[in-house]
């Protein structure tokens, strides 16, 4: 089997190549997988952000909505605040409404 040195550095060397692929492939493995985990992870990142997005944008078109109806809201509150100052602060008071009324009658 082993005439000389050289058949012994044979054996190590072919050894060696196998324990070095057997290597190799380990470390190819774990890199696929890792890449497989990463795509994965993005993949998962990608659609939370899609929801999100998604989400952000009904509230927006929802304050917008709501944001036109705000100022109809508040102009129409003004004009009722204003009306019940002017009838607050009218110098006809209810006797003068009243006479007002019984002259008309007459």
Request: charged letters at 30%; a positive charge; one cysteine or more.
């Amino acid at each position: 089997m082993l005439e000389s040195s050289k058949d012994l550095l044979f054996i190590i060397l072919a050894v060696c190549a196998i324990a070095f692929t057997t290597f190799a492939c380990w470390l190819l493995y774990y890199l696929v997988a890792i890449v497989k985990d990463t795509y994965s992870m993005t993949k998962s990142l990608k659609k939370k952000v899609e929801l999100i997005d998604e989400i952000l944008k009904t509230i927006k078109e929802k304050i917008n909505s709501t944001a036109s109806y705000i100022g109809l809201i508040f102009s129409g509150l003004e004009k009722i605040v204003d009306y019940v100052q002017r009838r607050k602060t009218s110098p006809e008071s209810k006797s003068a409404k009243k006479t007002a009324k019984v002259k008309m009658e007459e």
